[in-house]
């Protein structure tokens, strides 16, 4: 299995405050990726990052934003967290265009 | 607006038999296609893919076949077998990206195998 942790793995917050999720590597990938799973909506792409301080947009960025300041790590930041975000959120990590490989997630509750 | 679509939310198959899941996409610029499989509170796995080159990739008791004037691919799955429950996702993207190779995905198909 590919060496991708996400932190934390599960976490509860209230809306307004501000959320950080870590997505950390050892395979040194350069692309990695924040997506969101919800129930009807599969799997989407929030943002995604092709090397370090290099990030773009995704399909759902509204709310997020995010930040790659060395290979092994990509945050995902919601400043100001909504009863909308709350979901699974997955990292994914590849060397090519080809296969990604996912993180185990973290399931965000926004009360 | 979908350019994955996984029509069948569920699918239920005998042991044994063949599970057959379809995918359609509507971007032509897609050249590849990835099956991934996942399982409750984990993240998903990659299963199999195939590039645009090609009509057919097999691994296993897993073959992806893809018809390109269609648009349309399919995962087949013989045996099924039970632990091949579970929910699988297609995915499709361009291999011509010159910055991240985002893919998009599918709503998922739940497939159940049942003994």
């Known amino acids: 299995d590919a060496g991708i942790t996400q932190s934390p793995r599960h976490k509860v917050t209230e809306t307004g405050t501000p959320v950080t999720l870590r997505c950390h590597q050892t395979?040194?990938?350069?692309?990695m990726y924040w997506y969101r799973q919800d129930p009807g909506h599969g799997l989407r792409l929030i943002h995604y990052?092709?090397?370090?301080?290099?990030?773009d947009k995704g399909e759902v960025s509204d709310g997020y934003s995010v930040s790659r300041s060395k290979t092994e790590d990509f945050l995902l930041t919601l400043e100001s967290a909504t009863s909308s975000q709350t979901s699974v959120y997955f990292c994914?990590?590849?060397?090519?265009?080809?296969?990604?490989?996912f993180g185990p997630g973290t399931r965000l509750t926004v009360t | 607006d979908q350019q994955v679509k996984q029509n069948s939310p569920s699918l239920s198959v005998q042991e044994g038999r063949i599970s057959i899941l379809n995918c359609d996409y509507t971007?032509?610029?897609?050249?590849?296609f990835l099956w991934y499989k996942k399982y409750p509170a984990e993240g998903p796995t990659f299963l199999i893919s195939?590039?645009?080159?090609?009509d057919k990739n097999e691994d296993g008791r897993f073959t992806v076949f893809l018809n390109k004037s269609a648009k349309h691919l399919s995962l087949h799955i013989v045996p099924s077998q039970p632990g091949d429950s579970a929910v699988y996702f297609c995915?499709?993207?361009?291999?011509?990206?010159?910055?991240?190779?985002?893919?998009?995905f599918g709503k998922g198909t739940s497939l159940l195998v049942t003994p």
């Open positions: 994914a990590i590849s060397s090519n265009i080809y296969e990604q490989y």
């Open positions: 395979e040194n990938h350069r692309y």
């Open positions: 990052s092709y090397g370090v301080k290099d990030t």
């Open positions: 971007n032509s610029m897609f050249d590849y």
């Open positions: 195939i590039s645009s080159i090609k």
């Open positions: 995915a499709a993207g361009p291999s011509n990206s010159n910055s991240g190779y985002a893919l998009n």
